[in-house]
């Protein structure tokens, strides 16, 4: 089942049995996905985001979760904490496994190998592959030095 389908599926079971937590964070993830879906249909696309589109979505809807938790709990608001937490938890059950640092290492050398790097100055083709492939299975922003660290 594709993911924009289980999604959903999850928010008509979650309507089903009255869980309003879970379903209002459904619905920011999907209109999230409308939002984008009509942005690209203004661009000139076909309409619909991918896959990997709607994984980069919840990445990011994740990142500015865990920053709003962040920002609460040093302010003290700890039940808005906890609820942005718990909406962290909701989206991460849509997203691929996160992938162990071995994982991440092996990715990094296969990327390098199939990029064709051997300077740091290839390390933009390195990261496409990388984000071709693990969008959403690995935090780029502490990619970046291991990729750099393997080219060196």
Do not use: C, H, W
């Not at 599926?9 to 937590?21: I, L, N, Q, V």
């Not at 979760?65 to 609460?72: C, G, M, P, T």
């Amino acid at each position: 089942m594709i993911l924009r389908d289980r999604l959903q599926a999850a928010m008509k079971d979650a309507m089903r049995a009255k869980e309003a937590e879970r379903l209002s964070t459904l619905r920011l993830i999907n209109a999230a996905i409308k939002d984008r879906d009509i942005a690209q249909r203004g661009e000139g696309g076909e309409g619909l985001v991918s896959e990997a589109e709607i994984t980069a979505i919840l990445s990011k809807m994740v990142k500015q979760r865990q920053e709003s938790a962040r920002v609460y709990e040093e302010g003290g608001r700890l039940e808005l904490a906890e609820k942005e937490l718990n909406e962290i938890k909701v989206i991460e059950e849509y997203l691929p496994r996160q992938l162990a640092a071995e994982e991440v290492d092996a990715a990094i050398a296969a990327a390098i190998a199939e990029a064709g790097a051997s300077s740091i100055r290839d390390m933009g083709k390195v990261m496409a592959v990388l984000k071709g492939k693990y969008t959403g299975q690995m935090e780029f922003g502490t990619v970046g030095p291991r990729v750099k660290e393997q080219l060196s």
